[in-house]
Nanobody
């Protein structure tokens, strides 16, 4: 089970850190990704990280502003979001893939959290 936290309502330009904690298994066995879904839009890939944090992968829309990380000892993944804009407003979901692939497709991930809302206003 994956549980996200850290969302909230903020003004543009500020930073937030989202967390994703696994409660029933060792997260070190999984690659992880963050997706987001804005109202009326499809869920889209944001960032991914492999099992050991050796590789990361970002959507172009967040590259240079967001940083994905993980602490396997704490069984937690993170998404640091800097310089937020209203276009980043969405529900953010973490996902995990036991195969360990680093992919931007929703279908690659077997496990999902319930989501945490991020709302950015001017």
């Amino acid at each position: 089970q994956l549980v996200e936290s850290g969302g909230g309502s903020v003004q543009d330009g500020v930073s937030l850190i989202l967390s994703c904690t696994a409660s029933e298994d060792s997260l070190s066995k999984y690659s992880m990704a963050w997706f987001r879904q804005a109202p009326g839009k499809e869920r889209e890939f944001v960032a991914g990280i492999d099992r050991t944090a050796a590789e990361t992968y970002y959507a172009d829309s967040v590259k240079g502003r967001f940083t994905v990380a993980r602490d396997n000892a704490e069984n937690t993944g993170y998404l640091r979001m800097n310089n937020l804009t209203p276009e980043d407003t969405a529900a953010y979901y973490c996902a995990a893939d036991l195969n360990g692939y680093l992919l931007n497709s929703m279908g690659a991930y077997e496990y999902w959290g319930q989501g945490t809302q991020v709302t950015v206003s001017l």
